[in-house]
C-alpha cells in the first residue's frame, strides 16, 4: 500500500510511481492537492507524515519546499521517496534519466554530454549532472545568459573529479554532443516575474537536429515548453517520450527494493 503525497503540479512522476506500484501488484492511496488535506487547516507536514505512514507501507512525496523529504525521513516509521522538493532533488529522475543514456548508448563514460537550461534552478539538471558523475562524463553545462551554475554543483563536480565546462553558447559544441539533456526555465522557482523573462533559453529546432550527430540522443525530463520544438519530435534522436516511459520501470524497481520484507 503506498500513499502519493503530491503537493506540487506532476503528470509523470506521480502517474509513473502510481501506475509502477500497481503493476507491481500494491495498491496507491494518494492527495493530490493540499487543498484538500489537513494541510489546508494549518497541519505541519510532519504531522501529515506520521499519519499516513499509519496507512502506508511507504510515501512517494512532492512538496514545494527544498529539505521536505528529508525532514519527512527524520519523524517517518515507512520509505519516504522523494518525488521532487522544490528547488532541491528529484532523484528518481536522475535514476531514469541515466538508465535511459545506458540502455542507448550502452554507456555513460567518455560520452559528451550537454547539461541544458536553468541549472541554477533545475532539480532534473543538477541531479542528472551530480549521478553521471559516477561514470566519467564530459558534461558542458550550458546556461543562458543571466543564469550561472550553482556552486554547489560544481564543487560537487570538482569533488567527484568529474570534467566539465561552462557556457553560455552551445554553437561551438552541439556537433560534438552525444546527449542533449534539455530542460525549461523554471518559473515557479523566480520570485520576481521581471526576473524570469529576462531570461531565454535554448531552444531545439530541426535546424539544431542538423547540426547533431546522427547518433546524438535528445533527452528532457518534460514537461517542454519552448524549448523543444514539436516538429523535432519525429526525428528518431528525441527520445524523451521513451525516457519517460523508462520511469514507470525504474520507479517500480525502486519501490521493489525499498518495499521487501
Ligand atoms: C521535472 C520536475 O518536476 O522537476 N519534471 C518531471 O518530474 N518529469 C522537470 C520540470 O518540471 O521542468
Redesign the pocket.
Known sequence: MIATLFFEP?T??RLSFETAVKRLGGEVLSVNDSAQSSIAKGESLQDTIRSVGNYADAIVLRHPNAGAAQAASIVSEVPIINA?DGAGD?PS?ALLDVYTILQQKNRVDDLNIGVIGDVAH???LQNFAKLTSAYRPNLFLITPLGIQAPMELTRFLDQRRTKFRILHDWQAVLSSLDVVYI??I?KERYANVRDFSKITNFTVTTTTMTQLKPDAIVMS???RVEEIHPDVDNDNRAIYFQQANNGTFIRMALLAELCQS
Open positions: 506532476s509523470r512522476t521532487g528529484h529522475q533545475s532539480r532534473t530542460n525549461r523554471q525530463p518534460l514537461p
